[in-house]
């Protein structure tokens, strides 16, 4: 069993940054993949940044690419999303996930664990 419990996010005008953290429990989390997904107001969830176990391995959107960044520090069992030169698009809440494998980490139905969520809001 994985607990996630995300921070971090805010109101920010366009062009700020961001970092949002993940928090997860349990001595388990260096074998899941992380990811971060979105979801607007009646949007559907969707793909943001995802990174393997080690840390090794990154993808993202087209979306964001260039301007966030995904890391971890499996010492203290926390994934981070470092989002820079917002948008108003990219307004949403940001949800943290756990998957066991690489292969389904692109997709939210892969994802066994999810956090509540943090509200991103990026003002024009």
């Known amino acids: 069993q994985v607990q996630l419990v995300e921070s971090g996010g805010g109101l920010v005008q366009t062009g700020g940054s961001l970092r949002l953290s993940c928090a997860a429990s349990?001595?388990?989390?260096?074998?899941?993949?992380m990811g971060w997904f979105r979801q607007a107001p009646g949007k559907e969830r969707e793909f943001v940044s995802t990174?393997?176990?080690?840390?090794?391995?990154?993808y993202y959107a087209d979306s964001v690419k260039g301007r966030f960044t995904i890391s971890r520090d499996n010492a203290k069992n926390t994934v981070y999303l470092q989002m820079n030169s917002l948008k108003p698009e990219d307004t949403a809440v940001y949800f943290c996930g756990a998957v066991d494998g690489w292969s389904r980490a692109l997709t939210p139905r892969g994802y066994e664990y999810w956090g509540q969520g943090a509200q991103v809001t990026v003002s024009s």
């Open positions: 349990g001595r388990t989390f260096s074998r899941y993949s």
């Open positions: 990174i393997n176990s080690s840390g090794g391995t990154t």
